[in-house]
């Protein structure tokens, strides 16, 4: 059961489960694709595992009194996840996130063509 009940769209599980979902939803992925999509998905298990993982170490370092074996902060994961994605085509298009242009009339496109706009006449 999803432990946010409000969204049950987009469930508060884990990272891994959100990306198999993404995954089971996208029409466009091949075989071809399976590499990514696994590296993709061992990666969203560390992503998830991460605070465990620090715990672990800093236990460990706070028995044998010396620095942990990991650091706290893991500032390459995510990013690289993302990178994933969008490689996988799993993020939202760019052009469906803009704001429809405006139409522009036929003199400004000519000034612009010609580059001709935001120029002060003299």
Partial sequence: ?????????????SLESAFDRSVRNAKHLRAKDAAAVMAAKMLARKIDAWDTIVDWALED??????????PQNDNVSLASFLK????????????????????KSNLTKIRMENGQLNRKAI
Wanted: proline share 12%.
């Fill in 1 to 13: 059961m999803p432990k946010n009940e409000k969204n049950s769209r987009f469930p508060d599980d």
């Fill in 61 to 70: 370092a706070d028995e044998s009194k010396s620095r942990p074996k990991v």
């Fill in 84 to 103: 994933y994605l969008d490689v996988l085509g799993l993020t939202p298009d760019d052009a469906a996130q803009q704001k429809p242009e405006q139409k």
